[in-house]
C-alpha cells in the first residue's frame, strides 16, 4: 500500500537580497516505506537545489486524495478537512466521519472550486469543515501506477 510521506529538507538558501540562510522546507512523496521516501525526496530534489541539504525529517502525511492542477498560479497547497454524512440504517443516527485531502489552488476560493470539482463524483454527502494553506513546495507522486516498483 503506497502512502504519502512528508519529507523536510534543509539546506543555504540564497534570498533575495544576495544573503544566505539555512531553511527548512516541506515536499511529500508518494512511497512504501520511510526509507524508499528518503531515497526518492533526494532524487527529485537534487536536480533543484546546489549544494548540501539534508533530509530533516520524514513523516507519513494523513491524505485520503489529492486534487493536482495543471494552472500556473495553482502554486500553493491546501490542507482540507472534509466530513462526511452517513446514516446509520439501523438507528437512524447521523454519523460523521473526518477525512483529509490536498489541494493544489492559488488561493483559499479557488481551493474551494478544486475541492468540489474533484468531489462531484462523490454519492456521500460531505461538508467541508476546514481549508488551511499548508508550507509544502511541492508534491511528487509516482508519474504512472506502472511506474511504482513491486509491492
Known amino acids: 500500500m503506497y502512502t504519502w510521506f512528508e519529507c523536510k529538507i534543509r539546506y543555504e538558501k540564497t534570498m533575495e537580497n544576495g544573503m ?23 532524487e527529485e530534489i537534487t536536480p533543484f537545489i546546489t ?17 493536482f492542477s495543471d494552472e500556473d498560479s495553482a502554486d500553493r497547497w491546501f490542507r482540507c478537512k472534509i466530513v462526511f454524512i452517513t446514516l446509520d440504517e439501523k438507528s437512524g443516527a447521523e454519523k460523521r466521519t473526518s477525512t483529509n485531502m490536498l ?21 456521500a454527502d460531505y461538508q467541508i469543515g476546514s481549508i488551511t494553506e499548508t508550507m509544502i513546495m511541492d508534491v511528487f507522486p509516482y508519474a504512472e501506477v506502472n511506474d511504482r516498483p513491486e509491492v
Open 103 to 123: 489541494v493544489q489552488a492559488a488561493d483559499l476560493r479557488d481551493a474551494v472550486k478544486k475541492l468540489d470539482e474533484g468531489m462531484k463524483g462523490t454519492m
Open 51 to 67: 549544494g548540501e541539504f539534508t533530509v530533516s525529517d520524514i513523516k507519513r502525511a494523513n491524505y485520503s486524495e489529492l486534487f
Open 20 to 42: 544566505s540562510k539555512k531553511v527548512t522546507e516541506p515536499y511529500l512523496v508518494d512511497a512504501l516505506s520511510f526509507t524508499e521516501a528518503e531515497k526518492r525526496i533526494i
